[in-house]
Nanobody
């Protein structure tokens, strides 16, 4: 029912910026927590960021804190703004979504998300 379509990946020099987009088809994101994960070459998928519409949920991995920002243009589009990019940021990036629960949820875990984007490659050159 909910499909996430990603765009905005590419190649950038170290120190540059990219903005990834995640657009919903079939449903709005108003009541969803949006997560971002990435999988570097030869490594497992890791948490990057997660947030909700209101903003009281705003989590970031230590490796991207202060450089990346998870934001929402509207109910249908979510952005991951990536600044001061490093070669270590090179990975396939995925957006994910899950309806927000009143109960505590570990949004750092990829296992809690119901819907996933197709992934997009981000390459940061030295």
């Amino acid at each position: 029912q909910v499909h996430l379509v990603q765009s905005g990946g590419g190649v950038v020099q170290a120190g540059g910026s990219l903005r990834l987009s995640c657009a919903a088809s079939g449903r709005s994101f108003n009541t969803y927590v949006m997560g971002w994960f990435r999988q570097p070459p030869g490594k497992t998928r890791e948490f990057v960021a997660a947030g909700n519409w209101i903003g009281d949920i705003a989590y970031y991995a230590d490796s991207v804190k202060g450089r990346f920002a998870n934001s929402r243009e509207n109910a249908n589009t979510v952005y991951l703004q990536m600044n001061s990019l490093k070669p270590e940021d090179t990975a396939v990036y995925y957006c994910a979504a899950v309806p927000q629960s009143r109960s505590p949820v570990n949004y750092y875990s990829d296992s809690v998300y119901d819907y996933w984007g197709q992934g997009t490659q981000v390459t940061v050159s030295s």
